[in-house]
């Protein structure tokens, strides 16, 4: 045998026995490593975050009840939440009528993907919150007293601030006219700048303010000077951040407005709820 013709038995046959063949610094082996190293840690975090998922589910329902808790003032350290929560009633709320409906469980009922389905919502064109559409139906949250009265009633709201939806709760007297409270638990606004919305003085700004004069007209005001119906229904703006406190200003208007729940709060004041 010759010594081409041993060189031609013992040469790699095939692309991979080539590819094997070639040094370990080359180009083509370089991007082949780099490929399989993103292909399995991209398979590795999508399987983290699958097996994560119920565990995020359940904080997330975890610190949207803190939230509803902490504007509504009985938010303890160290309090069992699902056992404080218990107490609060949620009921699904057709915004229109401004009356529960059954029409869906509101233990399980999703807001947020109900403004996102056209057969649950509406496009707006008068839009001050910026949200696009609205839902026609929303969970509200009723705590009662001892004697069984409404105490507190939570709502929900949002609408868009500089860089991002602000979500939150508002929480009224049984009145339905004085504000116990305000918070928000989701945005993006800037840190030290619109995210003081998260500020503890700030949020102790709401409490006792008055949403209507006694007239009925709408009079909460988020600004830099008391408006002229006077200092109850004032809230002072954040400092430097005039777009998240215009934003504020306006979700608020908005959701306690007419096209938000405007003829649910009729009801309450005029005890139908």
Sequence with gaps: MSEDQN???TAPKGAIGRFLAMPADTLPKTLFVAVTLCLVASMIVSAVAVALRPAQEVNKLKDKQVNILQVAGVYEKGVDVAEAFAAFEPHVLELA??????????KTFDDRASADNPDTS???TDD????????KFVTVYLLRDDAGAIDKVILPIHGYGLWSTLYGFIALEEN??????LQFYSHAETPGLGAEVDNPRWKSLWRDKKLADENGMLQITVAKS??????EYHVDALAGATLTSRGVDNLVKFWMGEAGFAPFLTNLKAGEI
């Design 7 to 9: 060189v031609q038995n």
């Design 97 to 106: 009528t401004g009356r529960f409906t059954d029409q869906f469980d509101a």
């Design 122 to 124: 509406v496009a707006l």
């Design 128 to 135: 001050p919150a910026a949200i696009g559409r609205k839902s």
């Design 176 to 181: 339905g006219n004085d504000i116990y409270g």
């Design 226 to 231: 008391v408006p002229a119906a006077g200092a």
